[in-house]
Every structure is written in structure tokens, then in C-alpha cells.
Nanobody, 121 residues
Framework: QVQLVESGGGLVQPGGSLRLSCAAS????????MGWYRQAPGKQRELVAA???????NYADSVKGRFTISRDNAKNTVYLQMNSLNPEDTAVYYC???????????????WGQGTQVTVSS
């Protein structure tokens, strides 16, 4: 089983920055991909950014040039540096890990509990 613990959400002014962290722990066999999704009220959950075990990254068009995803493999932690935030970035952000725990027969998605990011003046 894999547990994800998120931190770093909060209230920020437009144009400001936040850094989200997500640490994976538990009986981990392998982590293939780590990423961040977000969901605003009344909207679909969408991919924000993802990073593979080989450090290949991809971003939603709306955040390219503003957000940066990174990972620390030694700590099984993924980060999301968010700069130049605007009100459209307001959402609950969810950490995602695609991988296997010791009891998993195949790779499955694991989700964090979500952390609120609010961009407002």
C-alpha cells in the first residue's frame, strides 16, 4: 500500500507563488509516474503536470512556463513549483502516483487527499 501526504497549499495573491509537496510512503515496489491534477468547482479534474521515472515531464498548456514539476527519487517526493499564479489556478490540487505497492498485482493510481490552492486579491 502507498500513502501520499501533500502539503503547501494555501491562499496567495495573483502573481504570487506556491510550492506543493507530496511524499509517498509505505510498502512501495516501484513508482513509474508522479504528477499533479487539479479540480475546480463544477469542472473536470485535469492533469496539471507529470514526471516519469526518467524525468521526462509534460504540462497542461495553461500552466506551461509558469509551473515546474520535479521529483526527489531518494525521498519518493514530487514537487510542483507554481509561479505567476492567477485566479484560474484556484482549485483543489491532488497528488498522483502511478506505481505498485508490495501487495499490488499491477501498477495502479494512488491519490493524495487534495490540498486547496486559492488565488485571490
Amino acid at each position: 500500500q502507498v500513502q501520499l501526504v501533500e502539503s503547501g497549499g494555501g491562499l496567495v495573491q495573483p502573481g504570487g507563488s506556491l510550492r506543493l509537496s507530496c511524499a509517498a510512503s509505505g510498502s512501495i515496489s516501484i513508482i513509474y509516474t508522479m504528477g499533479w491534477y487539479r479540480q475546480a468547482p463544477g469542472k473536470q479534474r485535469e492533469l496539471v503536470a507529470a514526471i516519469t521515472s526518467g524525468d521526462s515531464t509534460n504540462y497542461a498548456d495553461s500552466v506551461k512556463g509558469r509551473f515546474t514539476i520535479s521529483r526527489d527519487n531518494a525521498k519518493n517526493t514530487v514537487y510542483l513549483q507554481m509561479n505567476s499564479l492567477n485566479p484560474e489556478d484556484t482549485a483543489v490540487y491532488y497528488c498522483n502516483v502511478f506505481g505498485r505497492g508490495l501487495s499490488d498485482r499491477a501498477a495502479v493510481p494512488y491519490w493524495g487527499q487534495g490540498t486547496q490552492v486559492t488565488v485571490s486579491s
